[in-house]
């Protein structure tokens, strides 16, 4: 994946390189989850064991915010819990749970921010993600060494079955990589720390707009650096990203990409200054021009059995059609609930 490395923006309260300072502070880390429970059952003592580790520099918790309407991971967390308190070695390692009912993941990640509201520091992962030896601690060592107001990591992935080559190289499940303390300019939210004195400073919530289609991480860490906010890099803040089978298809890939194309461009048009008209137009010709040009592209490849190619121009050209969808504000769902499902485009 090309590096995204932005340039050096001042830090709300302070300079964009001064460190912070250490001493006991209050983390949250947030897992949200949907019904994805035996993921989570297998990773929870993981995520407490780690949060323990930050003692006694830091007051962690564990935070479980379960978005599904019926509740599903209360006894998978009430069973760690009680394994916890079984484990005295484990004393002081606090597991906590909530249940956010209103659909969308906009929702679960804005609960986590008001859960937080105590907390010097909110991390988040994913519910389909497996943190390596130290990832916890390689974040905050970030955030105390590099003065800034988030910091994010790796998140290579683990395929449930080998993909097949034109899933390989598709690029849909490459990590982000920079040099280790790099500043980039976004990140997502599956693997981030955030400085909540930064978070609230700026005014920032996930945007509910963006609940069912994905991207709200994308226009919450744009909006941080455009506030001044510096985001940084930690290589070894790794977490792994499960793949299932059902996802590492073209049929899923191709979805995921004309998403992707459709939120970065709302995203880009929410927060441009100027005239938005004007700006929806260029979005709108950008992604016709892209999405016919590798098209094309992609069609050639095909014909001459140039896999890799192929897949390339076949993820940019289907990118470039949800440029243009987003570009007159259409929403592409991704995050539907099975009653709904639907993952047609919509009017913003």
Known sequence: MPTRIGHSRPRPGGGADQPQPRGSQRLTLAMLTYR??????????????????????HEARVLIVDND??????????????????????????????????????????????EAADSALLVFIDDDEVPAPGWLEALVSAWSDGGCA???????PDFESPPNAW????????????P??????????????????????????????YGLTGGEDSLFTRQLTLAGGVIRFAASAVVTKRVPRERATRTWVLQRAYRSGSS??????????????????????????????????????RLSGRVEAQARH???????????????????????????????AERS
Not at 36 to 57: G, I, M, S, T, W
Not at 101 to 111: H, Q, T
Not at 182 to 193: E, F, H, I, K, Y
Not at 273 to 299: N, V
């Open 36 to 57: 994805r429970n035996a993921y989570l059952e297998a990773v929870l003592p993981e995520l407490v064991a780690q949060a323990r580790a930050l003692a006694p520099d």
């Open 69 to 114: 309407p019926h509740a599903g991971a209360r006894p998978v967390v009430a069973r760690a819990q009680e394994a916890l308190a079984a484990d005295q070695q484990e004393a002081g390692a606090r597991l906590d749970y909530v249940h956010e009912p209103e659909p969308g993941i906009v929702a679960g990640r804005n609960r986590a921010l008001d």
């Open 150 to 156: 988030a910091v994010t990591g790796p998140t290579p």
């Open 167 to 178: 899933v390989s190289a598709s690029g849909a499940f490459d990590s982000w990589e920079a």
């Open 180 to 209: 280790d303390g790099a500043q980039v300019r976004s990140a997502d939210t599956g693997n981030l720390l955030l400085d909540m004195a930064v978070v609230r400073r700026a005014g920032l919530r996930f945007d509910p707009r």
């Open 264 to 301: 970065w461009a709302r995203v880009r048009i929410q927060t441009a200054s100027g005239s938005r008209g004007a700006l929806r137009l260029a979005y709108a010709a950008r992604g016709t021009a892209k999405a016919a040009r590798d098209g094309l592209r992609g069609a050639a490849a």
């Open 314 to 344: 076949e993820v940019s050209s289907r990118g470039g059609l949800g440029m243009v969808v987003g570009a007159f504000g259409m929403r592409v769902r991704e995050y539907g609930r099975p009653a709904k499902g639907s993952k047609k």
